[in-house]
């Protein structure tokens, strides 16, 4: 073979040298490219969603709870009523999640003439897509009503003085037996009068009762 087929056989130095640049930059856009095509392919790895301060959640009760029976230190089961979304328009808390509540205090209005009895609720954590988180809320609004409980035994205790004053009242006025009678008929009349008017009113919050939630700090939940 000659020289001259020898050059046409084998390609010169700089060809390969060209030839193995050309392999190199296509090899390095593949691996630039694969993440991406992987990313495309597959969607962008799941990122947690947050809410912000300041961010209400309405929520609704599971059952009736009233000072009449229920006491601090239950707890109260609530709703979400619907989608809650960040800044973004994302859904943080599904509706349907659930936020637990606990009572911390609950007592009756003490008399007609009490504008309202006490009720104060701890908000303690929230169950989205079946994993609880604490959350930082407090209870901004709470529809109830006033249920009164009428003349009990406990509220005749109440005006069992002011009986036993009529009696005697009546004793010193009348003079008599019939005086005494009298004047503890008037006085037991008035003490009936004066425990109506001092009756306990209960406070109650009805099941399916709407409840808002004010965060009072950032929320940060796993993405679906």
Do not use: W
Not at 23 to 36: H, K, N
Not at 107 to 132: F, I
């Amino acid at each position: 073979m000659s020289n001259a087929d020898a050059s046409a056989s084998f390609p010169s130095l700089e060809v390969k040298m060209a030839r193995l640049m050309i392999i190199g930059l296509v090899a390095a856009r593949l691996m630039a490219c694969g993440p991406a095509t992987q990313a495309g392919a597959g969607g962008s790895a799941p990122v947690n969603r947050t809410l912000a301060h300041g961010t209400t959640v309405d929520v609704t009760t599971s059952r009736t709870i009233t000072s009449r029976s229920d006491a601090a230190g239950q707890s109260l089961m609530t709703t979400v009523d619907a989608d809650v979304k960040n800044g973004s328009g994302r859904v943080v808390i599904p509706a349907g999640s659930t936020v637990e509540l606990v009572i911390t205090e609950i007592s009756p209005a003490k008399s007609k003439s009490a504008q309202d009895g006490s009720l104060t609720l701890r908000v303690a954590d929230v169950t989205v897509r079946g994993k609880s988180y604490p959350l930082a809320a407090e209870v901004t609004s709470v529809s109830h009503t006033l249920k009164g409980r009428g003349v009990t035994a406990g509220e005749v205790e109440k005006v069992a003085a002011g009986t036993a004053i009529g009696a005697i009242a009546g004793t010193i006025i009348g003079g008599n037996s019939k005086g005494t009678i009298i004047g503890a008929a008037v006085g037991t009349a008035g003490g009936a009068v004066v425990a109506n008017e001092t009756a306990s009113r209960d406070v109650v919050v009805n099941a399916g009762s709407p409840i808002e939630l004010t965060l009072t700090g950032p929320l940060t939940v796993g993405a679906p």
